[in-house]
Nanobody, 124 residues
Framework: QVQLVESGGGLVQAGGSLRLSCTAS????????MAWFRQDPGKEREFVAA???????YYADSVKDRFTISRDRAKNTVYLQMNSLKPEDTAVYYCATLRSFFDYSRYAKDVDYWGQGTQVTVSS
């Protein structure tokens, strides 16, 4: 059974930092692109960052230059370092793997596995 387990969420003041981790179990995802999405209540799930199977990284414009995605293939783990956090970054953050067909996508419909989500709250 495939599982993606996130950790590292929490409450932080604006300007602070958090580091999210996501570890996959049940299979190896070294040949898959891994990504982070986030969702506010009442809003659609949105793309945050991706680390492709070919080693490229992509970011949403809203987090570029503040967030960094990295990956440890040996540990089947992807990380999201979040700096200079803003109240508008408050959301549930989800780890995801893209369907094997895709090297890169910003669309939730192209995800085949999701983590359970971890809450990030940024206070002003």
């Amino acid at each position: 059974q495939v599982q993606l387990v996130e950790s590292g969420g929490g409450l932080v003041q604006a300007g602070g930092s958090l580091r999210l981790s996501c570890t996959a179990s049940g299979r190896t995802f070294s040949s898959r692109t891994m990504a982070w999405f986030r969702q506010d209540p009442g809003k659609e799930r949105e793309f945050v960052a991706a680390f492709t199977r070919s080693g490229d990284t992509y970011y949403a414009d809203s987090v570029k230059d503040r967030f960094t995605i990295s990956r440890d293939r040996a540990k089947n783990t992807v990380y999201l370092q979040m700096n200079s956090l803003k109240p508008e970054d408050t959301a549930v953050y989800y780890c995801a793997t893209l369907r094997s067909f895709f090297d890169y996508s910003r669309y939730a419909k192209d995800v085949d596995y999701w983590g359970q989500g971890t809450q990030v709250t940024v206070s002003s």
